[in-house]
C-alpha cells in the first residue's frame, strides 16, 4: 500500500497581508455605502480611510475580532456621523456633482432630509443587510429603538416616494444606487503608511503634553508657598485718637508765620538761626 502524500499547509498571512486583504474586500463597498450615508463623496472616502488607519494601529485587536469588517464598518459611520464635521467650512463649501439619473437624486435627496440616525439604521438594515438586533448592535441602541428608527425612515420615504413603500424594493433600490457610484479610494499600502505616520504623531503629541504638564506642575511646586500666610485684616477706627484730615488752606496768622520762618533760615540744610543777645 503506497501512502498518500500530505497536502502542504496552508501559509499563514502576515499582518500586512491579512490587512490588505480586508482592505480589498470592503473598502470599494464601504465608501459606497457611506456615500449614501452623508452624500458626499470626499467625506465618505475620508471616513472609511480613517476606519482603516485606525484599524491597522489596534490590528492585534481587530484581527480577532469576531467581525473585523463590522468593526470598520462601525468606525467608518461613527467618524462620517461626527457632528463635528459642520464646523469644516472648506468641506460645505466645496459643491456635491449631482447624481445622473432623476430617481437616484429623489432618493438621495429624501435619505439626506432624515435624521442620521434613522439613515443609519435604515442604511444598516435595508442596505447592509443586517438583522434587526445586528443594526442595534451596531448602531448602540436598544432593539426597541433601531426598529422605531427604521419604521419612521420607511415611512418617510414612502411618503416621499411611494414607488419604494415595498420594502423588498427599498432594498434594490439602495444596493443599485450603491452600485452607481465609484469612488476611487488609495491603496492598502498608502493607508497602512498613513495610519503609522498618524499614530506616530499622536504620540508625539501625547509625550510632549505630558512633558509640558509634568513641567507646570513642578513649577507650580517650586513657586508655591509652604505655609499658610493669613490675610491682612482690614483697618478699623480706635476710640480716642481722632481721623487724619486733609489739609486745607492756610490762615492769614499762618502763612505769615511760614514766610518768617523762610525767611530766618540760613543757607545749606535747612535749620533756624539761632538768635544772638
Keep these: 500500500m503506497t501512502s498518500t502524500p500530505a497536502s502542504p499547509l496552508p501559509l ?3 499582518p500586512a497581508q491579512a490587512f490588505d486583504a480586508l482592505y480589498a474586500f470592503c473598502a470599494p463597498a ?8 452623508t452624500g458626499r463623496r470626499e467625506l465618505a472616502r475620508e471616513s472609511v480611510e480613517r476606519a482603516f488607519q485606525l484599524a491597522w494601529q ?3 485587536e481587530v484581527a480577532v475580532d469576531r467581525d473585523p469588517a463590522g468593526w470598520v464598518r462601525a468606525t467608518a459611520y461613527e467618524y462620517a456621523l461626527s457632528p463635528w464635521h459642520r464646523f469644516r467650512p472648506g468641506l460645505r463649501r466645496r459643491p456635491e456633482p449631482p447624481l445622473v439619473d432623476r430617481r437616484d437624486r429623489e432618493l438621495m435627496h429624501v435619505l439626506m432630509e432624515l435624521p442620521p440616525s434613522y439613515r443609519r439604521a435604515l442604511l444598516l438594515y435595508d442596505g447592509v443587510g443586517l438583522d434587526l438586533p445586528e443594526t442595534a448592535a451596531e448602531a448602540e441602541a436598544s432593539t426597541p429603538a433601531a426598529a422605531h428608527r427604521l419604521l419612521h425612515a420607511r415611512e418617510a420615504i414612502a411618503a416621499r416616494l411611494p414607488e419604494l413603500a415595498d420594502p423588498a424594493e427599498l432594498n434594490r433600490r439602495l444596493v443599485e444606487l450603491a452600485s452607481t457610484e465609484r469612488q476611487p479610494a488609495p491603496g492598502p499600502p498608502t493607508v497602512r503608511s498613513r495610519g503609522e505616520r498618524s499614530a506616530r504623531f499622536w504620540t508625539r503629541a501625547a509625550i510632549a503634553f505630558t512633558t509640558a ?4 506642575t ?8 509652604t505655609h499658610y500666610e493669613p490675610p491682612v485684616p482690614p483697618g478699623s477706627t480706635v476710640r480716642g485718637v481722632p481721623p487724619r484730615v486733609a489739609l486745607g488752606a492756610l490762615s492769614q496768622g499762618e502763612v505769615q508765620l511760614r514766610a518768617k520762618l523762610r525767611g530766618a533760615t540760613a543757607h545749606g540744610p535747612e535749620r533756624l538761626v539761632p538768635l544772638t543777645q
Design 12 to 14: 499563514e498571512l502576515t
Design 218 to 225: 513642578a513649577l507650580a511646586l517650586r513657586t508655591a508657598p
Design 30 to 37: 464601504l465608501v459606497r455605502q457611506t456615500f449614501l450615508l
Design 213 to 216: 504638564l509634568i513641567g507646570t
Design 58 to 60: 489596534r490590528w492585534p
